[in-house]
């Protein structure tokens, strides 16, 4: 049996279907950093899993819901180019990114 995939079909293996590995490794560390700096300014273990909750559901949020299907490493990329040179716009043309 053959399957016939569209050229711009792109296969991302995910974490239960919803978020891509590497955003889902990205929100570790991420998670990681945040409890430590946590475990350093405070000793109460439920106010550390209330600050963590705050900071951090706010991250998973956006990583799952605001990217439109890309990893959030592409996304901080485009984030950084778009910092580094307002001048260049991003636009989608058959599949390809292209700098204007």
Request: net charge positive; glycine share 6%.
């Amino acid at each position: 049996m053959k399957f016939i995939f569209p050229k711009n079909y792109k296969y991302n293996t995910k974490v239960l279907g919803f978020i891509d590995y590497i955003t889902a490794i990205i929100d570790l560390l991420v998670g990681i950093v945040i409890f430590g700096l946590l475990n350093l300014i405070f000793n109460n273990l439920s106010t550390k899993i209330y600050f963590f909750i705050i900071i951090f559901f706010p991250i998973v949020l956006f990583s799952i819901l605001g990217t439109n299907g890309e990893n959030i490493l592409e996304f901080l990329i485009y984030i950084f180019k778009f910092f580094k040179n307002r001048k260049i716009y991003f636009y989608q043309k058959n599949g390809i990114m292209i700098e204007k």
